[in-house]
């Protein structure tokens, strides 16, 4: 199975500040993967898929890049709702896996 | 609108079985792949488990292979999470959840979520 390690595992930071999480894949996904967030009692939310599409509805701030095995999760301007936990996905293959999740919170 | 809803969790003891449900409604649901998710108590969601819109394919996580089982009802629009030989660490809140394609994607809706809890 394709292991997949986010860093760091919580990220402390202030309103406005730009923020970056990584995703490492065991092996080449190429670009299948995704990021979701999720806030405390709720289901996870769609950001970015396909390592760098946004999906439909979430804020520019947000942004995705890279492919093969190091990919990153961009908030260029924290604002109050984005502190949450952000997971990272890969569906290279059938059998899909998550990240650990790296929770953003109030610095 | 796409709409999930979850249901069939509860409390089961080790060794048990439980069948999950989770009716979907507002897309054509035998064009997309749906998955099963799950969530332990204070931990990181697990992919469990996924179906092709036409039935025909599934996969599993191995933590939970040759115990659950998926299957889908397209006159009925509603997906299943057979559970068989429950165990402690089978204790999670399962999400059901609709991919954006026909094959392995990205997952674009997610159900509430519903929990299920093992006990020795």
């Known amino acids: 199975d394709i292991q997949m390690t986010q860093s760091p595992s919580t990220l402390s930071a202030s309103v406005g500040d730009r923020v970056t999480i990584t995703c490492r894949a065991s092996?080449?996904?190429?670009?299948?993967l995704a990021w979701y967030q999720q806030k405390p009692g709720k289901a996870p939310k769609l950001v970015i898929y396909?390592?760098?599409s946004l999906e439909s509805g979430v804020p520019s701030r947000f942004s995705g890049s890279g492919s093969g095995t190091e990919f990153t999760l961009t908030i260029s301007s924290l604002q109050p709702d984005d502190f949450a936990t952000y997971y990272c996905?890969?569906?290279?293959?059938?059998?899909?896996?998550f990240g650990q999740g790296t929770k953003v919170e109030i610095k | 609108e796409v709409q999930l809803l979850d249901s069939g969790g509860g409390l089961v003891q080790s060794g048990g079985s439980l069948r999950l449900s989770c009716a979907a409604s507002?897309?054509?649901?035998?064009?997309?792949?749906m998955s099963w998710v799950r969530q332990a108590p204070g931990k990181g969601l697990e992919w469990v488990s996924a179906?092709?819109?036409?039935?025909?394919?599934?996969s599993y996580a191995d933590s939970v292979k040759g115990r659950f089982t998926i299957s889908r009802d397209s006159s009925k629009n509603t997906v299943y999470l057979q559970m068989s030989s429950l165990r402690g660490e089978d204790t999670a809140v399962y999400y059901c959840?609709?991919?954006?394609?026909?094959?392995?994607?990205?997952?674009?809706?997610w159900g509430q979520g519903t929990l299920v809890t093992v006990s020795s």
């Open positions: 959840a609709k991919e954006k394609g026909r094959t392995a994607t990205s997952i674009d809706y």
């Open positions: 507002g897309f054509t649901f035998s064009t997309y792949v």
């Open positions: 179906i092709s819109g036409s039935g025909s394919s599934t």
């Open positions: 092996q080449n996904i190429n670009s299948w």
């Open positions: 396909k390592a760098s």
């Open positions: 996905q890969q569906y290279n293959s059938d059998y899909r896996t």
